[in-house]
């Protein structure tokens, strides 16, 4: 007869499950959707769910498979709902969307189609949905999210004749040049930005931010009116890569955004967003798309402050301070892809490709406009 066992949720709590063994010695299970064991024991005794019990053990010991299901019926699209129903009370906050990205992207492609029938050619139309202008490690956690999704697929509809797509993860190599947004780039995205509310807050003046400190996006975020020091004009990070408290300093354009954004009310968060909401990324692709500017991950801006200010002429010593690089060779070493020779030709003295301060102008004028 049918068996308990209970699961643990990530987000807290548990739920009994039953289940029973199949011919094929695996077990299947089911969800009682009850979180008490004695409560599941009742649904077990009453007498109708009793008798659907003994009904589906007869047909095991028969040497039938009850809860069979043909993959030739099944539609990619079905089950693929059926995987989200299933799994993602198993998942955290922040992978549930991601299998959702990765599944929404897999049925526009070839939703129609029965499971049984996805072939190798069919991965091809998937693959040029995956491939929308994301990172490769981006593009690698889709092609997990679909390998793993396949895998219960065969397993859930008894397809032990199909064979699953070959999918192979993309190699991610050391990039060697890192893309910026310039001053008439950065205005643009900039204005673009301040049209966008989240929580109340405004995304531009987030997005400028970023642009005139070259501080991580999680760094950011992480702030507090409390860590900041008009006396001193400097700004504790609380929030690190390396994990440990650091000081930045408070130049004149970054007082101008803080100023902006103070609204009289100085404690609490700067902004009211958060990376797991979903808000960032919406609003950062709504703010590209606005801008009509190229699409750049939200990390380029710490790269754009980098790049922009050595072309101001600002010394490298001086922009690896600014980036808090532990080693002024890990500045050279990520920033000497742009534009080699015009860095070069600074270094040695023939004075800036761009003129100084157009950088930091941009961005304000964007802000302020």
């Known amino acids: 007869m049918a068996s308990l066992y209970e699961r643990q949720f990530k987000a807290g709590g548990s739920v009994w499950y039953l289940r029973v063994k199949l011919p094929t010695g695996r077990w299947y299970a089911w969800n009682s959707g009850i979180p008490s064991r004695s409560a599941t024991g009742e649904l077990i005794n009453d007498q109708k769910a009793r008798k659907d019990l003994l009904k589906i053990q007869g047909l095991i010991d028969a040497g039938i498979d009850p809860f069979a299901e043909t993959g030739d019926g099944i539609e990619v699209r079905s089950a693929a709902e059926e995987y989200l129903r299933e799994r993602s009370m198993f998942w955290g906050q922040r992978t549930l969307p991601l299998h959702e990205n990765t599944l929404r992207m897999v049925c526009a492609a070839v939703g129609e189609v029965s499971i049984a029938a996805l072939t190798d050619a069919h991965w091809k139309l998937i693959e040029t949905g995956f491939r929308r202008g994301v990172s490769v490690h981006t593009l690698n956690i889709d092609i997990r999210n679909l390998r793993a999704f396949l895998r219960w697929a065969k397993t859930r509809y008894g397809l ?118 979903g808000h960032i990324d919406v609003c950062w692709a709504r703010a590209v798309r606005t801008a009509g500017v190229r699409w750049l991950k939200l990390h380029n801006c710490r790269d754009s402050f980098a790049v922009n200010h050595l072309l101001e002429g600002m010394p490298l010593a001086v922009v690896s301070r600014l980036l808090r690089h532990g080693d002024i060779s890990t500045t050279m070493r990520n920033y000497a892809g742009f534009s080699l020779e015009d860095i070069s030709a600074i270094m040695r003295g023939g004075g800036p490709v761009q003129s100084p301060g157009s950088y930091v102008t941009a961005v304000l004028r964007g802000l302020g406009r």
């Open 160 to 277: 032990d004749g199909w064979k699953i797509p070959v999918i192979s993860e993309y190699h991610v190599g050391q990039s060697s040049h890192r893309d910026f947004f310039d001053p008439e780039e950065s205005e643009r995205l900039v204005y673009a930005a301040t049209g966008i509310k989240v929580n109340g807050s405004c995304f531009g003046s987030y997005v400028a931010f970023l642009l005139l400190t070259g501080l991580r996006k999680r760094e950011a975020l992480a702030l507090r009116w409390e860590h900041i020091s008009k006396s001193s004009k400097m700004i504790l990070l609380s929030r690190t890569k390396s994990g440990r408290a650091e000081m930045f300093p408070i130049l004149e354009e970054v007082g101008v955004v803080l100023d902006r954004i103070g609204g009289g009310v100085r404690r609490g968060q700067l902004w009211e967003m958060s990376m797991w909401s």
